[in-house]
């Protein structure tokens, strides 16, 4: 049985493969070690087939790995399945959430960095209640009311990345289009810019502006994100968002691509200190 998309079921493998090549065990040793066939083994680090989050235990615990921060990650990317672990937050929204979304929101749990392109909405993580109500009626066309207030509900609950300890380093280059589109009004729209130049101040939120000025840019091409893991480089991914799925991007060159991308991109936009003056700018309505 497949568990998961196909990227995180391939980074999963291929983190289990270095660590048990690292531990100086074989494939063959590995079952033994924890009563399978060596198939298992095989077509769990292949990606051919996921793995529980309770297999991945037992692999760790026969790897000897210690690393809690690296376990947690590893158990996180086998899926959201786990009965008996630790009960996250977006399981209870199983039945709301599509499974590219719940991937989303548990890469986001887990990492230690995210770099993202805004072109069209502020991200996700600084929205306002009424902003990210405005923005989802408007995504999704005839939302019943009772689901619509579950969807803002997930959104606010993921900024706890935010003010968790420590909190998730959010970098963020919002296109200008992002601050001058009026979503829900322009009551809602002059909050929402108000809630951007409290973000800034945060000494782990680095908000940055690209001007119209700018001209054509690589990020003309649409909005993405790369999650990056301190346990190691390996996890990192790229994720493009689109109407109805996620592409997920875990080859070396592209995130090497991506990385340069949005490199580019901070030499285009506004120094952090000039985007805070524009937003407040825009704000006043200048």
């Known amino acids: 049985m497949q568990h998961g998309p196909v990227v995180r079921r391939r980074k999963l493998g291929a983190e289990l493969r270095a660590l048990r090549t690292s531990a100086g065990i074989t494939s063959g040793e590995a079952a033994r070690l924890v009563g399978w066939h060596q198939s298992k083994v095989s077509r769990i680090e292949t990606g051919t087939s996921g793995a529980r989050p309770a297999d991945v235990r037992l692999l760790l615990d026969a790897y000897g790995v210690a690393d809690d921060q690296l376990r947690e990650l590893l158990v996180t990317l086998a899926g959201s399945d786990d009965a008996g672990g630790r009960n996250h937050w977006w399981h209870a929204y199983r039945g709301v959430l599509p499974p590219t979304y719940r991937d989303f929101i548990s890469l986001e749990s887990q990492a230690s960095a995210m770099r993202t392109l805004e072109t069209t909405v502020v991200p996700g993580l600084l929205q306002t209640p009424e902003y990210a109500r405005a923005v989802t009626r408007a995504a999704v066309d005839g939302l019943p009311e009772e689901r619509l207030d579950t969807l803002v509900e997930v959104r606010l609950a993921r900024q706890d990345v935010l003010r968790a300890l420590p909190p998730l380093r959010l970098s963020a280059v919002l296109d ?3 601050l001058r589109r009026e979503v829900g009004g322009s009551g809602v729209m002059a909050r929402q810019l108000a809630r951007l130049v409290e973000a800034a101040r945060l000494p782990h939120v680095r908000l940055q502006v690209l001007p119209f000025a700018a001209g054509a840019h690589i990020g003309v091409t649409g909005p993405f994100v790369i999650f990056s893991f301190s346990s190691t480089s390996d996890l990192d991914v790229v994720v493009l968002d689109h109407l109805t799925s996620s592409l997920h991007l875990e080859r070396k ?16 936009a506004l120094s952090p200190e000039d985007s805070l003056d524009f937003i407040a700018a825009t704000a006043a309505g200048a």
Do not use: M
């Not at 691509?257 to 991109?265: C, D, G, P, Q, R």
């Open 176 to 178: 200008e289009s992002v």
């Open 253 to 268: 060159e592209d995130l090497e691509a991506y990385t340069e991308a949005f490199n580019a991109l901070l030499i285009h």
